[in-house]
């Protein structure tokens, strides 16, 4: 084993985070690339994680930003650890994780994908974005489909963002998502929002008007076996929103610019995203806020709802991960319940 050292602690919970799981306290994950440059130009990159925050704390909630840090995976960064996160520029999807943890990396910032894991795997079940990653246009050349979608499908956690942003084929977005079992709900809409607009023409089949009926969804859902997540899909706020028709020239012209400098990857995301910025004269910026922050507070009631039913689905996997030898996967022999 190259790393066997290193096979223990993967995942560091922060003690806040910590307690609250241990008390049934709400608790809200939070990616972190979103906070770095690759999301968000500084200062509005640290101005986003405090109105995020205070909005989840406010709504009695408590925040777990996730990241990699001196080789281990954290789950409730705390402010040290956060402002190592702002200024990170390793981008980590969830296929990273490993990797990164075994080879020491001193600082890592997760995409939807990995965040999303880790909250999964330390029992959060709740987690809010901006926006998640999507099916790229061309991508019946390219092949470009994040893997935030796989990562959608693949784990019990409730994913609140802004619909996708329209840099991506929302439709193709839309349709592998249902290609994926992951719900939509539409929160008090049945428009699937295009982050900077709050409807993008495409409908929706099922509409949530609280936490308690994402809550309600979300634990029928496990109760049947789903072995996935939800999307909760919630609009930019009124006041916020763009010009639809100048988002959309924008990103034509953002996007044949970064397909003529041959942008590739996972460097696509944050290419556009900075050059959009700067098409839109920095308003793209102050709607990324304003929209994060409202899909913070929408994340808290979900969580808050999800407290009041029974049943963590995440609760096992917690322990499996922080405690990998004593299930086995470490160099010992595998524990085994004795035999009747
Ligand atoms: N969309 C946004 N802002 C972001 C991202 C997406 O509007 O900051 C980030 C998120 O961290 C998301 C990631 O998980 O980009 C997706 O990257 P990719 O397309 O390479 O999978
Ligand atoms: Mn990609």
Known sequence: MPYPHRVDGV???????????????????????IFSELGLPEPANRECFERVQAAVRAAGAVPALCGVLDGRAVVGANRDQAERLFVGSVKLGARDLGPAVAAGLDVGVTTVSAAVTLAAASGVEVFATGGIGGVHRGADRTGDVSADLEALARHRVVVVSSGVKSFLDVALTLERLETLGVAVLGWRTDRLPAFYVRDCGLELTTVVDDGGEVAAAFRAAAALGHPGGMLVA???????????????????SVE????????????????????????????????????????????????????????????LTTSAVVNPLKFGCGDGEPERDAQP
């Open 11 to 33: 995942l560091h919970i922060g003690s806040e985070v910590d307690d609250a799981l241990a008390s049934g306290t709400p608790v809200v994950a939070l990616e972190s690339t």
């Open 234 to 252: 919630n609009p930019i706020p009124a006041g916020a929103q763009l010009d639809a028709e100048q988002v959309a020239e924008a990103l034509d």
């Open 256 to 315: 044949a610019e970064a397909r003529r400098d041959g942008v590739s990857g996972g460097d696509v995301t944050p290419a556009v995203l900075a050059a959009l910025v700067e098409a839109t004269g920095g308003a793209a910026v102050a709607a990324n806020v304003a929209l994060a922050e409202s899909n913070a507070v929408v994340a808290a009631e979900i969580a808050a709802a999800l407290a009041q039913f029974p049943g963590n689905s995440n609760e």
